[in-house]
C-alpha cells in the first residue's frame, strides 16, 4: 500500500518512520530543495514526542542535541534589575519529560531513521489531487497513490488542495512572531535573555553547540494582513517599529537584521477544522490542527497526531474510512488543550498592560522557585495549562499491517 507524505519537517519523517515500521510504502515529497540546516529555532518536546521519540530508538540522539538553556533573565521594561527564573522548574510544571532542540537538528535525526526505507524528493510539490489516488506534481511526473498525508505546516498545499475556503479556517490570536540568525551573544551561553514591555517580548537563545544565536520576537498591534509573506523587507521594518526604544541590546539585534543568514516572520494563527480528512487524504502537525506556532507545543502535537496517525493505519490494516476516524477522535482532546494552551501562554507571554509585565517576571520567578507540584497548581491556576501534555496517554505501538509492502 502505498501512502504520499507532503512535508520533510517533523511530522513528515516521524510518520514516514511508523508507516514503514508498519508495513507500508512511503513516499515524502518536500517543495525545500534540500534539508535544512541553519539550526532553525528552538522546539519543545514535551512528555508525548519524548516517549514517542524513546520508542523510536533517538532519544539518545536528542538529548545529545538539546540546546543546554537551562536559566532565564527576564527584564522588565521600567524596572530596577532583572527577574532569574531555573527553565528546568519552569518546564517541569508543564511536563514531566522534556527536551529543548532545535528544530533542524530534529528534522534531521527524525528523518535518519527513514533513510534507508523512504523515497524522499525535495524540490518538488503536489499541486493537484484526484479522488482516485493520482497526484500531479510541480516538477515529477504523475504518481499514483493510495493514501496521501499533508505534513506540510500551517499553510499546507495539500489542505489548499483537499478542503474548500469554507473548512479551512483560521484564527488570529493577536500577536505576530518572527525569528531571527544573530551573532552569538556571550551573555545567552545556557541562557535565555529576555525583555518584555507592553505588548511586546524578545529572547535571545543559543544551543551549545551552534555558532549563532536566536532571536525570538512576539508582537501585537500588527493587522494579520499587514504585509505579504514574502514582503522580508517590510517584514523586519515592522519589527523594528514594533521593538524601537525596548533595551538598547534589543536595538542591536534588529540593527543585525540587515545581515541574518535566517529570518522568518509570521502571524500566529490558529487552525479551526472540524475535520482532518477527506477522502482518501488526511492532515497531521500544523496542516491541519496548528495551535498557533511559538506559543502552543505545535511540535508535541506533531510528533503525537503522527504516531497516532501511523498507528491507526496499522490497526485498520490500510482502511482509511475506519483509521481516519479513529485517529481523528484520538487527537481531539490534545487538540483542544493545546488551543487553550496557546491562547493563555500568548496573552502572558505578550502581555497587554504593565501589570502583566511586571506578572510575567514575578510569576517566572515563584514558579521555578517552587516544589513541582506546588509549580504545577499554580501554573494551572495562572494559566489553565499546567500538566496538558502528562494528562496524554501515548498508546504502545500497533502491529504491522497484514499486507505485504510494495
Given at each position: 500500500?502505498?501512502?504520499?507524505?507532503?512535508?520533510?519537517?517533523?511530522?513528515?519523517?516521524?510518520?514516514?518512520?511508523?508507516?514503514?515500521?508498519?508495513?507500508?510504502?512511503?513516499?515524502?515529497?518536500?517543495?525545500?530543495?534540500?534539508?535544512?540546516?541553519?539550526?532553525?529555532?528552538?522546539?519543545?518536546?514535551?512528555?508525548?514526542?519524548?516517549?514517542?521519540?524513546?520508542?523510536?530508538?533517538?532519544?539518545?540522539?536528542?538529548?545529545?542535541?538539546?540546546?543546554?538553556?537551562?536559566?532565564?533573565?527576564?527584564?522588565?521594561?521600567?524596572?530596577?534589575?532583572?527577574?532569574?527564573?531555573?527553565?528546568?522548574?519552569?518546564?517541569?510544571?508543564?511536563s514531566?519529560?522534556?527536551?529543548?532542540?532545535?528544530?533542524?537538528?530534529?528534522?534531521?535525526?527524525?528523518?535518519?531513521?527513514?533513510?534507508?526505507?523512504?523515497?524522499?524528493?525535495?524540490?518538488?510539490?503536489?499541486t493537484?489531487?484526484?479522488?482516485?489516488?493520482?497526484?500531479?506534481?510541480?516538477?515529477?511526473?504523475?504518481?499514483?497513490?493510495?493514501?496521501?498525508?499533508?505534513?506540510?505546516?500551517?499553510?499546507?498545499?495539500?489542505?489548499?488542495?483537499?478542503?474548500?475556503?469554507?473548512?479551512?479556517?483560521?484564527?488570529?490570536?493577536?500577536?505576530?512572531?518572527?525569528?531571527?540568525s544573530?551573532?552569538?551573544?556571550?551573555?545567552?551561553?545556557?541562557?535565555?535573555?529576555?525583555?518584555?514591555?507592553?505588548?511586546?517580548?524578545v529572547?535571545?537563545?543559543?544551543?551549545?553547540?551552534?555558532?549563532?544565536?536566536?532571536?525570538?520576537?512576539?508582537?501585537?498591534?500588527?493587522?494579520?494582513?499587514?504585509?505579504?509573506?514574502?514582503?522580508?523587507?517590510?517584514?523586519?521594518?515592522?519589527?523594528?517599529?514594533?521593538?524601537?526604544?525596548?533595551?538598547?541590546?534589543?536595538?542591536?539585534?534588529?540593527?543585525?537584521?540587515?545581515?541574518?543568514?535566517?529570518?522568518?516572520?509570521?502571524?500566529?494563527?490558529?487552525?479551526?477544522?472540524?475535520?482532518?480528512?477527506?477522502?482518501?487524504?488526511?492532515?497531521?502537525g500544523?496542516?491541519?490542527?496548528?495551535?498557533?506556532?511559538?506559543?502552543?507545543?505545535?511540535?508535541?502535537?506533531?510528533?503525537?497526531?503522527?504516531?497516532?496517525l501511523?498507528?491507526?493505519?496499522?490497526?485498520?490494516?490500510?482502511?482509511?474510512?475506519?483509521a481516519?476516524?479513529?485517529?481523528?477522535?484520538?487527537?481531539?482532546?490534545?487538540?483542544?488543550?493545546?488551543?487553550?494552551?496557546?491562547?493563555?501562554?500568548?496573552?502572558?507571554?505578550?502581555?497587554?498592560?504593565?501589570?502583566?509585565?511586571?506578572?510575567?517576571?514575578?510569576?517566572?520567578?515563584?514558579?521555578?522557585?517552587?516544589?513541582?507540584?506546588?509549580?504545577r497548581?499554580?501554573?494551572?491556576?495562572?494559566?489553565?495549562?499546567?500538566?496538558?501534555?502528562?494528562?496524554?496517554?501515548?498508546?504502545a505501538?500497533?502491529?504491522?499491517?497484514?499486507?505485504?509492502?510494495?
Amino acid at each position: 500500500m502505498r501512502i504520499l507524505v507532503s512535508g520533510a519537517g517533523v511530522a513528515g519523517p516521524v510518520l514516514a518512520h511508523w508507516l514503514i515500521r508498519y508495513g507500508f510504502e512511503v513516499t515524502v515529497v518536500e517543495r525545500a530543495p534540500a534539508p535544512r540546516r541553519t539550526g532553525g529555532h528552538a522546539v519543545d518536546l514535551f512528555r508525548p514526542a519524548v516517549d514517542i521519540s524513546e520508542h523510536m530508538g533517538v532519544l539518545d540522539l536528542i538529548e545529545e542535541r538539546a540546546t543546554g538553556t537551562t536559566r532565564m533573565t527576564v527584564h522588565p521594561e521600567g524596572a530596577r534589575g532583572p527577574v532569574r527564573a531555573d527553565l528546568s522548574h519552569l518546564f517541569g510544571a508543564v511536563s514531566r519529560r522534556h527536551v529543548e532542540i532545535m528544530r533542524d537538528d530534529l528534522t534531521e535525526i527524525y528523518r535518519a531513521t527513514t533513510r534507508d526505507d523512504v523515497e524522499y524528493v525535495f524540490d518538488d510539490s503536489v499541486t493537484a489531487l484526484s479522488p482516485d489516488g493520482e497526484v500531479r506534481f510541480e516538477k515529477g511526473a504523475p504518481r499514483r497513490f493510495d493514501l496521501v498525508v499533508g505534513a506540510d505546516g500551517l499553510h499546507s498545499v495539500v489542505r489548499r488542495l483537499a478542503f474548500d475556503a469554507s473548512a479551512r479556517r483560521t484564527e488570529f490570536i493577536g500577536a505576530h512572531f518572527a525569528v531571527a540568525s544573530l551573532p552569538d551573544d556571550p551573555g545567552v551561553d545556557g541562557e535565555l535573555l529576555m525583555h518584555v514591555g507592553v505588548g511586546r517580548t524578545v529572547g535571545m537563545y543559543r544551543a551549545r553547540h551552534l555558532p549563532d544565536a536566536r532571536a525570538l520576537f512576539l508582537f501585537r498591534g500588527l493587522d494579520p494582513d499587514a504585509c505579504g509573506p514574502h514582503d522580508v523587507p517590510r517584514q523586519k521594518e515592522l519589527l523594528r517599529e514594533a521593538f524601537a526604544g525596548l533595551h538598547p541590546r534589543v536595538d542591536g539585534w534588529l540593527d543585525a537584521l540587515d545581515s541574518t543568514p535566517a529570518f522568518y516572520f509570521d502571524a500566529i494563527s490558529q487552525l479551526r477544522m472540524d475535520t482532518w480528512s477527506r477522502g482518501r487524504v488526511t492532515l497531521v502537525g500544523d496542516a491541519g490542527y496548528s495551535p498557533g506556532p511559538a506559543v502552543g507545543g505545535s511540535t508535541t502535537l506533531a510528533v503525537l497526531g503522527a504516531y497516532v496517525l501511523a498507528g491507526e493505519l496499522a490497526r485498520a490494516d490500510g482502511d482509511h474510512e475506519r483509521a481516519f476516524p479513529a485517529y481523528e477522535r484520538i487527537m481531539a482532546e490534545p487538540v483542544r488543550g493545546s488551543r487553550a494552551s496557546a491562547l493563555s501562554a500568548a496573552k502572558t507571554l505578550v502581555p497587554a498592560s504593565r501589570a502583566g509585565v511586571r506578572g510575567l517576571a514575578r510569576g517566572a520567578r515563584l514558579i521555578s522557585s517552587l516544589p513541582p507540584r506546588p509549580a504545577r497548581a499554580l501554573l494551572r491556576l495562572t494559566t489553565g495549562s499546567g500538566r496538558l501534555w502528562d494528562r496524554v496517554a501515548v498508546a504502545a505501538p500497533a502491529a504491522p499491517a497484514r499486507f505485504a509492502r510494495g
